[in-house]
């Protein structure tokens, strides 16, 4: 991400606390709103950059990914019966990163070996996920009344969670941290691990990849399903994190304006987590608008994620080069 | 000229790398039929071979890239199989392609270490392979800085990475496919200097060529292949170039363009300091002024992305004229779409024939009247009519002899030089006043070539005005009146056709050239 976008979306971020700020009534401190809105921002961002980084790995090796949707949904519902079933909340997470890894694997299988063209294999994902998620949870988790295993409690910092007005900040839920984490760990591996360079290499041009001994179509698997991996953590945020139940169709297009986060950040992890920031921010001051009763019709400060991302993918912002093989199968003769 | 086993070739000692009996096919076409070949230590051997004869072929069949359909190899005599380039490394077998295989946005040693990646805690040790990048290149003479970015390497560069590639994987035989093809006359010397210092160390180099000149300078023995087979095997103190083209297309070839002394007459085409932009943005062709008159041919010669592809696009109405003037046949042309100029008299032979010359599903009958098939006779009142096509479609095939002479065939069916046939024949076969050709005889046939040639110097001779932009300093020289030679978006040079040497243009055209701001009228 190039300095001056970095800039740009701190300053947006800045500026949706302002109108918070602005907005508030008299008898709430700033303060109390500040770490609110920052609060509530962290904890939104988690489900986009989780799925902003699946994205990034399959898309930088190459494969186009409008999948990421469908993966968190079905990963969504795989932590929450699992987690219900065994009443283990981690055996839940694990539960959702197979589901995730699984249908990565279906997409690599459609994309990679079938060469199926990217965008609809991904449509057949999210459409499949829809289906199949929502038959189950109407026809055997409401009939069975099945009911989840609960949330996942927060880790707070010990210390920094005790200051007043910042505190919240530092009591974030376990999915949370971990994706903090993971914008570090997908960095490193990418720039800095020989894996990375071939998932990057097969991403940009697979004929130098393959006449240098890679495999594409095992590297391409291989980041694919580490991605579904990953969009399968983000899918348990939705029924381990945020409810402890499921509902059809809840990640709610997240998916989607996760992967306006991946092209905004420019493919790469930091950029998509600062993109991510960015969204959520927008979705924390429409929910920190009815919290702190500040007068601004709902419906316009729910517009703003989708505005925005409708801005930036238009290229407003300047335009930033995709992975140049990306959404091409690789044929080899 | 029999095919030779290389088993049985007299002396040298033993081979290094063999293919015993290769046959490789792509659907009905037999790419490789019954071909044995072989490389000794130390030794540079040059495949030789009109497009299409089967050279790429064998070469990645030897390179693992290609799967043979029968035949066998062997490494240090012993039998291999060869399941994709990364086997063929492990055997020291590396291979520089024509398209260089170089991830853009890398830098020389993650380039280098693709493939091996060093790796010291889980981290990739690039430090590593920069020292080994660095000393390759100082051993053989090289100059490669291993921080520089692909991208913004000069075509001669990225080739030295792509050797140094190959050398840092351990390579004793290195393959290079028609490597001069995108480089100057200097930096072909260049290359010829590494590669011979790699052969006096020992690696052996399969060169593969289409270009005699530089076959009998560069190498100890040549194989010459035709339509698939090895046809024969020369040393290069025994050959000559016209026979070596003899051998490549199996009949006597006229190598030389002959044609009468240009006589020129009024400008068809006029350029006034004109700009075009490029597909990145920027100006790919920046201030350009010359004139094409009737009844001359004039040549543009230049390394590849100096702008030429952009300026023909632009006379031809495929891209927009940014700033300055075009007038084609006396009239202001720039703001004028492809019809129109062709209605003037303007014919296009496009550099990319497969994107911008033909429909491929189509029959040669339907892309041979792509120009007029809403003219009568050939469209009435809108309706097509399919006999009148029929029949001058039938009568452009036997004049321009397209084989095979079936009008009502696809004209992806055909092979790269009589498609090329085509186009000439659809863009030759009305009323031409100003004839622009953009490599005219890219992956043609010598005897297509010959054919091609003819046509060009015929259009110029019926007083057409000719502009053609190659890639070959040699079709340049034989064909043009005058040269323009193009660095950087501008033109930097001119010479006579007769007066052209390589040396001379090649040194224009690495931008050794005063900058020519208008041509004498």
New interface residues.
Partial sequence: MTRGRFLFVLGCIAGLVGIAEALRSPDVPAAVVAASMLATTLRFATPLTLGALAGLFCERSGVANIAIEGMMLAAAFGAFIVGALTKSLAAGIVAGMVVGALMALLHAWLSVTLRVDQIVSGTVINIMAAGVTGFLSTEVVRRQAISGAGLLPAWRVPGLSEVPVIGPLFQQQPIAWVTLALVVVAHLVLFRTAWGLRVRAVGELPRAAHAAGVSVARTRYAAVMVGGAIAGIGGGYFTLEAVPVFEPMMTNGRGFIALAALIFGGWTPAGAWVASLLFAAANALHINAQQFGIPVPAQVVGMFPYVLTIVILAGAIGRVTPPAAIGQPYVRD | MSATDPAGAGGGGPWLLEARHLTKRYGAVIANRDVSFGVRPGEIVALLGENGAGKSTLV?VL?G??APDGGTLLVDGQPVRLR???DA?ARGIG?V?Q????????TVA??V?????P?RH???DLATVEGRVVALAARFGMEVDPHAVIRDLSVGQQQRVEII?ALDRGARVLILDEPTAVLTPQETEGLFHVLRGLAAGGTSVVFISHKLGEVLDIADRIVVMRRGEVVGEVSPADATPESLAAMMVGREVLLRVEKAPATPGEAMVVLRDVQVAGDRGGRAVDGVTFEVRAGEIVGIAGVQGNGQTELVEAIAGLRPVAGGSLWLCGVEAQRLGVRARAALGLAHVPEDRQRHGLVLPFSVADNLVLNRYHLAPLAIRGVRQARAILDLARNLVARFDIRPPIAEVPVQALSGGNKQKVIVARELSHDVRVLVAAQPTRGVDVGSIEFIHRSLVAARDAGAAVLVVSAELDELMSLADRVLVMFRGRVVGEVAGSEATREGIGLLMAGGGRQLGDVET
């Fill in positions: 990645n390179y890239m290609t994709s380039p990364r490394l291979m392609h398209h260089f295989m170089l991830v853009p946005p890398f993650e380039n270490a693709l493939g091996h990646e790796s889980g981290a990739i590639k």
